[in-house]
């Protein structure tokens, strides 16, 4: 068996490459800066993990060993403004492994895109493929435009302006043509290319088998979805700019991603020529076209079977920075509230209501106050609430939840919640579930570690909501598992 080193396991693409890869029955071997992260994945025990840094030589090197090809799917789409240098350094560095161990192939995706002047993130993607092929290493670089699944954030835009706006205002670009490619082709095409014959360096273009223009799969999107079509207006006054703020209001999309998405669309970003359809056959029974695609989407979502979402690939805070341990929080300056009720209901019985909170189900208290914070944060740039949860009932490690993000669980016992919202300081939510007598004992910790004197002020302005809203909170919470209790105890089941 041939062993795969993947870069970029923890996102969109590779999350769902490395089984389809373990399923033809490679060994895979994958990198994170955090071995943690990966912790809940279903194929976490069927690969070698590595923890460092990609843009680290010895990192580098220590993924490449023994491998006979590598996937290279990082991009720093929300990684700042040192985006492009981060790019460039991780591609240099597994070049250079590569080239040094014996690499029989490197496999890139990157993005369909005209000749001419570029916008940062694709010029950033074109040297990253350029820096990949100049190691030496046959190289494959599939160029894809739109990718269409189920938590593709092309996807979740396309959804979210046509699901709110009858009538939307738009940059002329909407009229571009434009070649989507369903998820499932794109994996296909990465797949068939893990041991693929290669002599010389190649850039394939792929894409689905139609062209549309970006209003047309708006309104085909609406027809698959039983919506009404929306009037879409070219304006030629929304600047790329404009429009990624209003892309970034109205859907889930942080302004730090809707950038790239709507910079990337400025051009006609079509499919040029098939031949990789001669190094690696299409589907059987062909490719996916976007209807399809979007139908697909559609049922994956309504069945609560989205395996990756872009949300949870692309976190905001990067590295992450967990919640120090209590003994820690010594000589810094930390502002908690702390709520602990005792709950006739049994530890599994509360904890299933936690892991059941945010998205369409809230937060147990004043609803609008909470859609009021989330619209603020939109406003300034931020995810507001409107990244809901990937499954409706569980979370697992890594996962969004409105502008939360899964930094700790443990089934039963504790959940911990790190904001990614605007916020002056670093926040946590935090719940914790102990047996006690015959029930449990719930306690609920929002955490603040406050950022100079506007962390202070912020925290003293929401107190009064933070009463109010963190006490309904653990009240309901725990009457709700009691409820379920009674429920269950009334259907003639163990409880």
């Known amino acids: 068996m041939a062993l795969i080193a993947v870069t970029g396991a923890t996102g969109y693409i590779g999350g769902r490459l490395v089984p389809q890869l373990l399923a033809a029955g490679h060994r895979v071997r994958v990198l994170s800066r955090r071995a943690e ?36 799917l990082v991009h720093s789409m929300s990684g700042g403004k040192n985006f492009e240098s981060v790019d460039e350094r991780c591609a240099r560095a597994v070049a250079d492994a590569a080239s040094n161990q014996g690499i029989e192939r490197l496999i890139y995706l990157s993005g369909l895109h005209p000749e001419g002047t570029l916008s940062p993130h694709l010029s950033s993607r074109v040297r990253v493929g350029e820096i990949l092929e100049s190691s030496g290493v046959p190289t494959l670089t599939l160029q894809a435009g739109l990718v269409i699944g189920s938590g ?20 002329r670009w909407v009229n571009n043509d434009i070649q989507p490619i369903a998820v499932r082709d794109a994996l296909h095409y990465l797949a068939g290319a893990a041991e693929l014959p290669l002599s010389t360096s190649m850039r394939c273009d792929i894409g689905g088998p139609q062209v549309h223009s970006y209003a047309q799969l708006m309104k085909i999107y609406a027809r698959v979805a039983g919506l009404r079509e929306p009037r879409v207006l070219a304006l030629p006054v929304l600047s790329p700019w404009l429009a990624a703020q209003w892309v970034n209001l109205v859907t889930p999309i942080p302004r730090s991603l809707a950038v790239p998405l709507v910079e990337s669309l400025q051009h006609d970003c079509v499919v040029k020529e ?28 309504s069945a609560d079977a989205v395996e990756t979402t ?5 976190p905001l805070q990067v590295p992450s920075e967990p919640l ?12 908690v509230d702390e709520r602990s009720r005792v709950s006739a209901a049994k530890p599994g019985a509360v904890f299933s209501v936690i892991e059941g909170i945010g998205g369409e189900r809230g937060y147990f208290s004043l609803s609008r106050a909470w859609r009021l914070r989330g619209l603020a944060d939109k406003v300034f ?34 959940l911990r919640l790190r904001a990614e919202m605007k916020v002056p300081g670093q926040a946590w939510l935090e719940f914790k579930v102990e ?22 002020l912020y925290w003293l302005a929401l107190a009064p909501f933070h009463a109010v809203i963190f006490r309904q909170m653990a009240a309901r919470v725990t009457s709700a598992a009691e409820q379920t209790r009674q429920d269950v105890a009334a259907d003639g089941s163990m409880f």
């Open 37 to 72: 992260a990966l912790r809940d994945v279903p194929w976490r025990n069927d690969v070698e993990v590595l923890e460092g840094d990609l843009s680290d030589l010895e990192t580098a090197m220590r993924l490449c060993a023994g491998a006979q090809s590598l996937y290279f």
């Open 381 to 414: 740039g931020g995810v507001g609430m409107g990244r809901g949860r990937r499954q409706r009932d569980s979370l697992a490690l890594g996962d969004t939840l409105d502008w939360w993000r899964v930094e700790e669980l443990h089934p039963d016992r504790l």
């Open 152 to 171: 593709s954030a092309s996807f979740e835009m396309i959804r979210h302006l046509t699901d709110i706006l009858p009538l939307m205002p738009a940059p």
């Open 274 to 301: 098939r031949t990789i359809d001669s190094l690696i056959p299409p589907p059987e029974g062909g490719l996916t076209d976007y209807a399809r695609a979007v139908s697909l989407a559609l049922a994956k979502i």
């Open 324 to 335: 120090p341990s209590d003994p820690d929080w010594s000589g810094r300056t930390i502002l």
């Open 310 to 314: 872009w949300a949870a690939a692309h």
């Open 435 to 456: 047996p006690e007598a015959d029930g449990s004992r719930y306690t609920q910790r929002a955490i603040f570690f406050p950022s100079g004197l506007n962390g202070r």
